[in-house]
């Protein structure tokens, strides 16, 4: 049973490059979230999408799109990737309870 | 503005005694409280959820306390044990705008054998 799965676990970008973090979940979830973790800030929401079709801002959007591709996939893109950006990347879903699945995340760097 | 905050960055517990972890949060509309556990290089897991509606929440060796008027929850970990040893971060769910769940800043719990 996979769950939430990432791609890719680390990624070495340079200042200005562009990338899209992927995920998809096989749990038939409507919700999917992306966060972001840096040291002393927790876990921020990016963006997050209640439903298919659906996308919204959370907390820290700027400098980040999302595509909810389908029901399974959540994909997050950097237009033009910035070192205030390096930080682990996670993605969750939710069905209709209060808990989140969370992927492994993605360790991005950008030099 | 931080609507869930965790004061301590970290906590070290003797192995058997009880580990209290605290969370505090600002905004009254939020409809659950959760705590996650997480490992290094692995994502969060959920560990226990508190209703809005209620004080206290048990599973096994672990507990939630809710104190709705102070705006404060807890979480309390007896016997602890090495293996607890991770980051816990403390969340609270909105009932409305897509339901967003918001994180504190987690508190990194040492458990000493």
């Known amino acids: 049973n996979a769950g939430v799965t990432q791609t890719p676990k680390f990624q070495v970008l340079k200042t200005g490059q562009s990338m899209t973090l992927q995920c998809a979940q096989d749990?038939?979830?409507?919700?999917m979230y992306w966060y972001r973790q840096d040291p002393g800030m927790g876990l921020r929401l990016i963006y997050y999408?209640?439903?298919?079709?659906?996308?919204d801002k959370g907390e820290v959007p700027n400098g980040y799109n999302v595509s909810r591709l389908n029901k399974r996939e959540f994909s997050l893109r950097l237009e033009s990737a910035a070192p205030s950006q390096t930080s682990v990347y996670f993605c969750?879903?939710?069905?209709?309870?209060?808990?989140?699945?969370f992927g492994s995340g993605t360790q991005l760097s950008v030099l | 503005d931080q609507q869930v905050k965790q004061n301590s960055p970290s906590l070290s517990v003797q192995e058997g005694r009880i580990s209290i972890l605290n969370c505090d949060y600002t905004?009254?509309?939020?409809?659950?409280f959760l705590w996650y556990k997480k490992y290094p290089a692995e994502g969060p897991t959920f560990l226990i959820s508190?209703?809005?509606?209620?004080d206290k929440n048990e599973d096994g060796r672990f507990t939630v306390f809710l104190n709705k008027s102070a705006k404060h929850l807890s979480l309390h970990i007896v016997p602890s044990q090495p293996g607890d040893s991770a980051v816990y971060f403390c969340?609270?769910?909105?009932?409305?705008?897509?339901?967003?769940?918001?994180f504190g800043a987690g508190t990194r719990l040492f458990v000493k054998a």
């Open positions: 999408s209640a439903s298919e079709g659906t996308t």
């Open positions: 905004n009254s509309m939020f409809d659950y």
């Open positions: 969750a879903s939710r069905t209709g309870g209060e808990k989140l699945f």
């Open positions: 969340a609270a769910r909105g009932n409305t705008g897509g339901f967003k769940t918001i």
């Open positions: 508190i209703s809005s509606i209620k």
């Open positions: 749990m038939n979830h409507n919700s």
